[in-house]
């Protein structure tokens, strides 16, 4: 079986700064893909950024990179240069054989 | 960019009432997706089809919940009756299902509350 852990119920951040968040998984399976959503206010969740589980490098996407370590089972998303407009639940996610399993997710809350 | 149709948006109805969820996906998208989502909490998911088959619905309440997606592309989600605890977004999905790294692609959700 598949679980993902965000232990970050809430997070602050200053606009303009750089914010982690957290996300362990647990799995069995050697072949696994890893994902973050953004779920704004509104309700739609909009993909961020995939990692695969034999990717030799960070995986990386505009203002977002995924953290990979994979012997301590963490895919953390770090967000650089944080924007109003990036405050929303986020939600970690792992894939195996086309089954996405999610975590309890973080908000995020960037100030001005 | 293509997207995933959902609705209606919301919906309101009265414990013991049926309430249906209409969806279609990305044209192409073989794989379609019903995630539960309580206010607070991650997705979960009801039913997996891949294509007009089912794959996995091991966390559907058989009992009161229904899917189909008959000709492979628009699918239903169906409660019947409603309870209150069946309040929550309902979120549809697709996927291509082929090759790592694939997203899942999701509709706006349907917000449903039982009263």
């Known amino acids: 079986a598949q679980k993902i852990t965000q232990t970050q119920p809430g997070m602050f951040v200053q606009e303009k700064e750089a914010v982690t968040l957290d996300c362990t998984y647990d799995?069995?399976?050697?072949?696994?893909?890893l994902f973050w959503y953004k779920q704004p206010s509104s309700g739609e969740m909009i993909f961020l950024i995939y990692?695969?589980?034999?990717?030799?490098q960070n995986a990386t996407e505009g203002r977002y990179s995924l953290n990979f370590q994979k012997a301590r089972k963490s895919a953390n998303l770090v967000i650089s240069a944080s924007q109003l407009g990036d405050s929303a639940m986020y939600f970690c996610?792992?894939?195996?054989?086309?089954?996405?399993?999610f975590g309890s997710g973080t908000k995020l809350n960037v100030k001005p | 960019e293509a997207e995933v149709a959902q609705s209606p948006r919301y919906k309101i109805t009265e414990k013991s009432q049926a309430v249906a969820f209409w969806c279609d996906p990305i044209?192409?998208?073989?794989?379609l997706y019903w995630y539960r989502q309580i206010l607070g909490q991650g997705p979960e998911l009801l039913v997996q089809?891949?294509?007009?088959?089912?794959?996995?619905d091991s966390q559907l309440p058989k009992d009161r919940f229904s899917a189909e997606r008959l000709k492979g592309v628009d699918s239903t989600l169906k409660i019947q009756p409603a309870e209150l605890g069946d309040s929550a977004m309902y979120l549809c999905?697709?996927?291509?299902?082929?090759?790592?790294?694939?997203?899942?692609?999701f509709g706006n959700g349907t917000r449903l509350t039982v009263t």
């Open positions: 999905a697709s996927s291509t299902g082929q090759g790592a790294g694939s997203p899942l692609h």
């Open positions: 799995t069995s399976d050697p072949s696994y893909g």
């Open positions: 990692q695969g589980s034999y990717d030799q």
């Open positions: 996610a792992i894939e195996n054989f086309n089954k996405f399993y």
């Open positions: 044209s192409g998208h073989a794989t």
């Open positions: 089809f891949q294509d007009e088959s089912v794959v996995d």
